[in-house]
């Protein structure tokens, strides 16, 4: 039988997914990263301090590795793609613990403009002092180095380094974005990137240790995408 052109224009849009049970909303990328050159695992950085609040030495967490390879601490972030601009910040400060001479997390993100607010969880005097990849002049934050501090970051950067000037071990990263799209991985390599509009991204990849690595991953609406990274070569 012939079917009219309004009939077959409805046949084309349910083959395409546009009918009932298409799947809407955003979508989300997930996956882990890994490192295909190992290096030497966590090192000592110190003995315990009387005045801080750990009882045993401090590793390092410049590398932090499964046997399997899956990398934590490692900032994964979307630098191209549709619908980055136009996010309200969040109110509230992302925060960065010192406790037991040592910052927590390792590394963070936050939004450009949105405040940064460093606490002092030790019984002793510390002293944040912020760097940026742009090779600018470091800045001390100011005022009393044994209370909290707060820092504004007004535009995006990957990364913000900060050590503690008198700590010269105490070392933290923070991913400064204006968008909410990026995750840090956790001790098994795992990360989520949610409420992503359907497209196609750029994946960065950005670790202590490692030269960045990236991926095209394409989002559609309502699924979960994977992408696994790999980290191939050593700064």
Same mark, same amino acid.
């Given at each position: 039988?012939?079917?009219?052109?309004?009939?077959?224009? #409805?046949?084309?849009?349910?083959?395409?997914?546009?009918?009932?049970?298409? &799947?809407?909303?955003?979508?989300?990328?997930?996956?882990?990263?890994?490192?295909?050159?190992?290096?030497?695992? #966590?090192?000592?950085?110190?003995? %315990?301090?009387?005045?801080?609040?750990?009882?045993?030495?401090?590793? #390092?967490?410049?590398?932090?590795?499964?046997?399997? *390879?899956?990398?934590?601490? #490692?900032?994964?972030?979307?630098?191209?793609?549709?619908?980055?601009?136009?996010?309200? &910040?969040?109110?509230?400060?992302?925060?960065?613990?010192?406790?037991?001479?040592?910052?927590?997390?390792?590394?963070?993100?936050?939004?450009?403009?949105?405040?940064?607010?460093?606490?002092? &969880?030790?019984?002793?005097?510390?002293?944040?002092?912020?760097?940026?990849? &742009?090779?600018?002049?470091?800045?001390?934050?100011?005022? %009393? %180095?044994?209370?909290?501090?707060?820092?504004?970051?007004?535009?995006?950067?990957?990364?913000?380094?900060?050590?503690?000037?008198?700590?010269? !071990?105490?070392?933290? !990263?923070?991913?400064?974005?204006?968008?909410?799209?990026?995750?840090?991985?956790?001790?098994?390599?795992?990360?989520?990137?949610? *409420?992503?509009?359907?497209?196609?991204?750029?994946?960065?990849?950005?670790?202590?240790?490692?030269?960045?690595?990236?991926?095209?991953?394409?989002?559609?609406?309502?699924?979960?995408?994977?992408?696994?990274?790999?980290?191939?070569?050593?700064?």
């Amino acid at each position: 039988m012939k079917k009219s052109g309004a009939a077959l224009a #409805a046949l084309v849009l349910l083959g395409c997914g546009g009918g009932p049970g298409a &799947r809407t909303g955003p979508g989300m990328i997930q996956g882990t990263v890994r490192v295909g050159t190992p290096l030497k695992g #966590a090192r000592w950085t110190h003995a %315990p301090l009387p005045d801080c609040a750990h009882a045993p030495p401090v590793v #390092a967490e410049d590398y932090v590795v499964a046997t399997d *390879g899956q990398v934590a601490w #490692a900032f994964v972030y979307v630098s191209s793609g549709p619908g980055l601009e136009g996010h309200d &910040r969040p109110r509230g400060a992302a925060t960065l613990d010192q406790i037991g001479c040592r910052y927590e997390p390792h590394v963070m993100g936050m939004r450009a403009g949105q405040k940064l607010q460093v606490r002092n &969880r030790d019984k002793v005097r510390h002293n944040p002092y912020f760097f940026t990849m &742009r090779k600018e002049v470091g800045f001390y934050t100011g005022g %009393p %180095p044994d209370r909290d501090i707060e820092r504004t970051f007004d535009r995006p950067e990957v990364m913000v380094g900060v050590i503690c000037d008198i700590h010269p !071990w105490e070392k933290a !990263w923070v991913g400064v974005l204006d968008h909410p799209f990026f995750a840090v991985t956790d001790g098994a390599g795992r990360y989520t990137i949610s *409420g992503l509009p359907p497209g196609k991204y750029r994946l960065e990849v950005w670790h202590e240790k490692y030269r960045s690595e990236s991926a095209l991953v394409e989002v559609s609406a309502g699924e979960v995408s994977t992408a696994d990274l790999v980290l191939k070569t050593p700064k």
